[in-house]
C-alpha cells in the first residue's frame, strides 16, 4: 500500500520502513541536527527504488552550499530518476526543481521551486530546503512570503507545523519586521523548543536591534541545544561572536573562534564562511588574526570551489588575503575571471569586483578598496546571505576609507550605519555620530 508522510503528502513506496526514515531523516533536519544522512542511507539501501528518498538525499547535499556535492546530489537525482515506482506528481516535480541546482543554476531551480511550492505548500521538506535557497539567493521577500504563501494550507496541529513559523519568523526579521519575528521565533519554539532555526531567527531579532545583552543571555543561557550535534552551531556561535563585538569585547570573540568556530575536521563549507567572516571583522577592528587566517585559508584552499557561489567565493577569498596568500590570491582571481559571462550565478557580475576591492584592501590600497566597494553597497542584497552577514561589505568599506584617510566618505557611512544600526561596530559609530551630532 502507497505510503505517506505526517502531512498526507504520497511518497511512492509501498516501503512502512521507508516512509519513517524519510520522518525520521525529515525531523533532523527541520531542527538541523545532525546527521539526518545516516538515518536515510540505510532506508535507500533496502529500498534502492525510493524515490523520495533519493530526493531528500539530493537535497541534503545541495543545503550544504557546496560545490563539491553537487556530483554526489546529481547521482541521487540520476537514482530518483531511474526507480521502477513511477514518481507520485509531487516527486516528478521536484526531481524536475532540483536538477538544474545540482548542475550549478541555483537561481534557475528556485524559480521552479516556487511553482512546486504553490502545487504542493505541504511538502515541508521542499519549503525548508528553498527557504535555504532564498537566503543563499539573496531574496529577503521571498524569505518571508514564500511561507505566507504556504501557511494558508496548515492547521496549528500539523506536524512540523511550528517549523514554518521558525521560518517565517527569520523572513520577518530580515524585512525589518522584528516585532513579529520575535513573536513568531517564540511561538516555534513554544511548539518545539529544539527548533534551532527559530532560535537563530530571535538571535537575528537582537543582533540587528543591538540587545546584545539580551542575546548575548538568549544563545548562552535560555538556548543551548544547539552547540552539539547540530549543523548551525557554528552560525549560531558567530552570532554570539558578533555580539561580543558588539560589547567591543574582542578577546572573547577571539576565544570563541578558537574554541567554536575555528574549522575542525567535518567542518563544512558554510562553517568555513562563518570563520572567514569573523576573522575579518577582528581584522577590521585592528586585531592581528593572520596566522588563524593562513590556517583558513589552508582549508579553504582543500574546499573552495571556485566559481559556483559568490558568497562563498568571496568568503575564501578574506581567508586568502588575511593570510597574504599572493600566488593563491592570483590562482583565485583567475578562476573567478574565468567563469563565463552570463553563467546562471546570483551577483557574479559583481563578484569580480568584490574580490578585487578584498585584494585591495589586503594591500592596503584602501582608497581603491573603497571606491570600487561604494556601488556595490545600494545592491548588496544580491550578494545573499542574511543582513547581519552582508553588513561585512559595509563595515570593510566604511574602514578603508577610514584607513585611506577620506574622512567625507567615513563621516556618511558613519552617519549611514548610526542611523540603521549602531550596534554595528561597537560604539564606534556612536561616538562618530555623537560627534556628527546626529545620533
Ligand atoms: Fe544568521
Given at each position: 500500500m502507497i505510503q505517506h508522510d505526517a502531512?498526507?503528502?504520497?511518497l511512492g513506496t509501498d516501503q512502512p520502513a521507508s516512509a519513517a526514515a524519510y520522518e525520521e531523516a525529515l525531523a533532523l533536519f527541520n531542527t538541523l541536527q545532525l546527521d539526518p544522512v545516516v538515518v536515510l542511507e540505510p532506508a535507500l539501501a533496502q529500498d534502492p527504488d525510493f524515490i523520495a528518498g533519493h530526493l531528500m538525499m539530493a537535497g541534503f547535499l545541495l543545503s550544504g552550499i557546496d560545490g563539491q556535492l553537487l556530483p554526489a546530489a546529481r547521482e541521487c537525482l540520476g537514482r530518483a530518476a531511474a526507480s521502477r515506482h513511477r514518481p507520485t506528481v509531487r516527486e516528478?516535480?521536484?526531481?524536475?526543481?532540483?536538477?538544474?541546482?545540482?548542475?550549478?543554476?541555483?537561481g534557475g531551480a528556485n524559480r521552479l521551486l516556487d511553482r512546486h511550492l504553490v502545487d504542493h505548500p505541504r511538502d515541508l521538506f521542499a519549503l525548508q530546503l528553498t527557504h535555504m535557497a532564498d537566503l543563499v539567493l539573496g531574496r529577503p521577500a521571498m524569505l518571508r512570503d514564500r511561507i505566507g504563501r504556504a501557511l494558508v494550507h496548515w492547521q496549528p496541529g500539523d506536524a512540523g507545523y511550528g517549523y514554518l513559523l521558525g521560518m517565517h519568523a527569520f523572513g520577518l526579521e530580515e524585512c525589518n519586521e522584528y516585532a513579529r519575528a520575535e513573536r513568531l521565533g517564540h511561538r516555534a519554539l513554544?511548539?518545539?523548543?529544539?527548533?534551532?532555526?527559530?532560535?537563530?531567527?530571535?538571535?537575528?531579532?537582537?543582533?540587528?536591534?543591538?540587545?546584545?545583552?539580551e542575546g548575548i543571555h538568549w544563545l548562552t543561557e535560555e538556548t543551548r541545544h544547539w552547540e552539539q550535534n547540530n549543523a548551525l552551531a557554528v552560525h549560531n556561535h558567530w552570532h554570539l561572536a558578533l555580539m561580543h563585538l558588539s560589547n567591543r569585547d574582542e578577546a572573547s570573540a577571539l576565544a570563541l573562534y578558537d574554541r567554536a568556530i575555528a574549522p575542525g575536521p567535518?567542518?563544512?563549507?558554510?562553517?568555513?564562511?562563518?570563520?572567514?567572516?569573523?576573522?575579518?571583522?577582528?581584522?577590521?577592528?585592528?586585531?592581528?588574526?593572520?596566522?588563524?587566517?593562513?590556517a583558513l585559508a589552508a582549508r579553504w584552499q582543500?574546499?573552495?570551489?571556485?566559481?559556483?557561489?559568490?558568497?562563498?567565493?568571496?568568503?575564501?577569498?578574506?581567508?586568502l588575503v588575511g593570510a597574504g596568500e599572493a600566488s593563491r590570491i592570483a590562482q583565485a582571481s583567475a578562476a573567478i575571471e574565468a567563469v563565463p559571462t552570463g553563467a546562471p550565478l546570483?551577483?557574479?557580475?559583481?563578484?569580480?569586483?568584490?574580490c578585487d576591492a578584498v585584494t585591495a584592501f589586503g594591500s592596503g590600497a584602501y582608497a581603491r578598496c573603497a571606491q570600487l566597494l561604494l556601488p556595490l553597497l545600494p545592491i548588496a542584497h544580491g550578494f545573499g546571505g542574511s543582513q547581519a552577514q552582508r553588513s561585512l561589505i559595509f563595515l570593510t568599506a566604511m574602514e578603508a576609507a577610514r584607513r585611506a584617510g577620506d574622512s567625507?566618505?567615513?563621516?556618511?557611512?558613519?552617519?549611514?550605519?548610526?542611523?540603521?544600526?549602531?550596534?554595528?561596530?561597537?560604539?564606534?559609530?556612536?561616538?562618530?555620530?555623537?560627534?556628527?551630532?546626529?545620533?
Open positions: 502531512r498526507g503528502e504520497a516528478k516535480s521536484l526531481l524536475a526543481a532540483l536538477r538544474p541546482w545540482a548542475e550549478g543554476d541555483m513554544a511548539v518545539d523548543p529544539q527548533d534551532t532555526w527559530a532560535v537563530h531567527a530571535v538571535a537575528h531579532v537582537y543582533e540587528m536591534q543591538g540587545r546584545v545583552a567535518a567542518a563544512m563549507a558554510l562553517d568555513l564562511v562563518d570563520a572567514s567572516a569573523l576573522l575579518w571583522r577582528l581584522g577590521l577592528r585592528g586585531v592581528d588574526v593572520a596566522g588563524r587566517f593562513e582543500a574546499q573552495a570551489t571556485w566559481g559556483w557561489s559568490v558568497f562563498n567565493d568571496t568568503h575564501a577569498m578574506l581567508a546570483p551577483w557574479w557580475n559583481e563578484a569580480g569586483t568584490l567625507a566618505l567615513y563621516d556618511a557611512l558613519a552617519s549611514e550605519a548610526a542611523m540603521r544600526k549602531p550596534a554595528w561596530t561597537g560604539g564606534t559609530v556612536e561616538r562618530r555620530a555623537q560627534v556628527l551630532e546626529v545620533a
